[in-house]
């Protein structure tokens, strides 16, 4: 059975930083990723990172602020998350997928996580 358990969200000041952490279980994937959806909003692209040698995707609206990262003898993906704004609040889900990180931008990667709620105070 595949999982997807995030963690490491909280409440947090603006300009302040988080850690999210997500552990895949139950198979490796191609490319991991993060969404993040606000209330009343649809769900966005945030990055995505893949097991090769193609170099991380950002949304523009955290380049230079978040940084995606990986362990791959862990299964795991991690955002690292600073210079945090109000409007990053949102739940922030991970996303695998097992051929493409191409999938996981256009949100249709074939697992996705419960989700792990941040919210930025101003």
């Known amino acids: 059975q595949v999982q997807l358990i995030e963690s490491g969200g909280g409440l947090v000041q603006a300009g302040g930083s988080l850690r999210l952490s997500c552990a895949a279980s139950?198979?490796?994937?191609?490319?991991m990723g993060w969404f993040r959806q606000a209330p009343g909003k649809e769900r966005e692209f945030v990055s995505a990172?893949?097991?090769?040698?193609?170099?991380?995707r950002y949304a523009d609206s955290v380049k230079g602020r978040f940084t995606i990262s990986k362990d791959n003898a862990k299964n795991m993906v991690y955002l690292q998350m600073n210079s945090l704004k109000p409007e990053d609040t949102a739940v922030y889900y991970c996303a695998a997928d097992r051929y493409s990180v191409d999938r996981i931008v256009a949100a249709t990667a074939d697992y996705w996580g419960q989700g792990t709620q941040v919210t930025v105070s101003s």
């Open positions: 139950g198979r490796t994937f191609y490319a």
């Open positions: 990172i893949s097991w090769s040698v193609q170099g991380p």
